[in-house]
């Protein structure tokens, strides 16, 4: 959920900024923030085509454990509490039968 939610806040930004996120996404490639899991998933952000390999729904099902849990243990889950809030938004937007990736949409703007 780290890298996904990483990837939709810079693919977010990227656009709010006007750049194109195939750039933002091509920095991040061979770098140390780059994974196999970004590369699979960069065409679908740069695309925008979040067409389902793993659903939101069950993403954030696994978000929901991991906070119970977190909060059973005392253990801090503020990665994945983000991440569940960007997957909530998309939810709202889109359904919950997109990909996990498609979280983009979930980022909010400052502005709103």
Request: charged content about 25%; overall charge negative; glycine content about 12%.
């Given at each position: ?13 990227s ?21 196999p ?51 909530d ?24």
């Open positions: 959920m780290a890298v996904s939610a990483g990837a939709a806040e810079g693919v977010a930004l656009r709010a900024i006007g750049l194109d996120p195939a750039t933002f996404l091509a920095a991040l490639e061979g770098g140390p923030l780059d994974s899991f970004l590369q699979l998933k960069a065409p679908m952000l740069r695309d925008e085509d979040y067409a389902v390999a793993f659903s939101t729904r069950n993403a954030r099902k696994d978000a929901g454990l991991i906070q119970r849990l977190g909060a059973e243990h005392g253990t801090r889950t503020a990665v994945t509490d983000a991440a569940a809030t960007y997957m938004e998309q939810i709202r937007l889109q359904g919950d039968e997109n990909d996990l990736i498609g979280m983009v949409v979930g980022v909010p703007r400052a502005d709103g």
